[in-house]
């Protein structure tokens, strides 16, 4: 019989984690790369982690439409700012697009999870809405942040637009591709493993993470390929 609730890890247990990262920052050290980067990006996770852990509690309790909407708005804007993170030239020009792109492929899939595939009651709960979108979200930011890299990239070398835009999109899309051919056989994905140590049986977790994938999968694609499509004419007249 599988436990009903999650094992509880003490504070004292969690920093045992810490000793692999302290040998990678070792490393870091040693061969003179920019631990500084990395530091700050493991002390934003700590202190990001920390606080929406505490602002979820409250958000939860709370279970209010207006304070989920604009929890969702500031998901939306976070994830198109930092997709453009790798043309911070052209960041400010596209940031527009990307959040356009983000809402036709990304919250409309979430609206259909929402409200297609969950029974839930009511329908927008931010304890299933908060964390889908959150997937959603960051998955279609990370195609985007790589197709704009490559297509600039592409478009830098004198290709044209369309076999710019071709490549971008199939590079994007590699890593949840990968992903794909992995679950069940390489990796036991987040949802999933989160569930099943929860107490849920494993056939229903299996569902809802077939549900995540796919979610993933449509989503970045429609976002990235909506994305590539209406910065098509701005990029064309700047590197033609």
């Known amino acids: 019989m599988m436990n009903e609730s ?29 631990i500084k980067e990395a530091g ?58 990307a959040l356009i792109a983000i809402i036709v492929g990304s919250v409309s899939i979430l609206l259909l999870i929402m409200l297609g595939v969950l029974d839930l009651e009511p329908w927008y709960s931010s304890q299933y809405m908060i964390p889908l979108a959150g997937m959603i979200f960051a998955n279609s930011m990370n195609c985007i942040s790589l197709s704009i890299d490559r297509l600039v990239s592409e478009l830098k070398r004198d290709v044209g ?36 140590l929860s107490g849920v049986d494993p056939l229903i977790a299996a569902r809802y993470q077939i549900m995540v994938m796919c979610m993933i999968f449509g989503s970045a694609g429609i976002t990235t390929a909506f994305f590539l499509k209406i910065v098509e004419k701005k990029l064309s007249s700047r590197y033609s």
């Not at 958000?59 to 994830?79: C, E, K, Q, R, Y």
């Not at 890593?175 to 493993?193: E, K, Q």
């Open 161 to 196: 637009y369309i076999e710019a835009r071709n490549a971008a999109f199939q590079a994007a899309l590699i890593p949840i591709v990968n992903s794909l051919f992995a679950v069940g056989l390489v990796t036991l994905p987040g949802m999933m493993t989160g569930q099943i």
């Open 6 to 34: 999650v094992q509880i890890i003490p504070l004292s247990n969690l920093l045992i984690v810490f000793i692999p990262v302290a040998i990678v920052l070792v490393i870091y050290l040693n061969w003179s790369l920019n």
């Open 40 to 97: 700050y990006s493991l002390t934003r996770m700590l202190l990001q982690l920390s606080i929406i852990g505490y602002l979820l509690g409250v958000i939860f309790d709370i279970g209010n439409g207006w304070v989920l909407l604009l929890v969702i708005t500031i998901m939306l804007f976070a994830s198109g700012w930092i997709a453009l993170r790798t043309v911070e030239k052209l960041r400010v020009e596209l940031l527009g697009r």
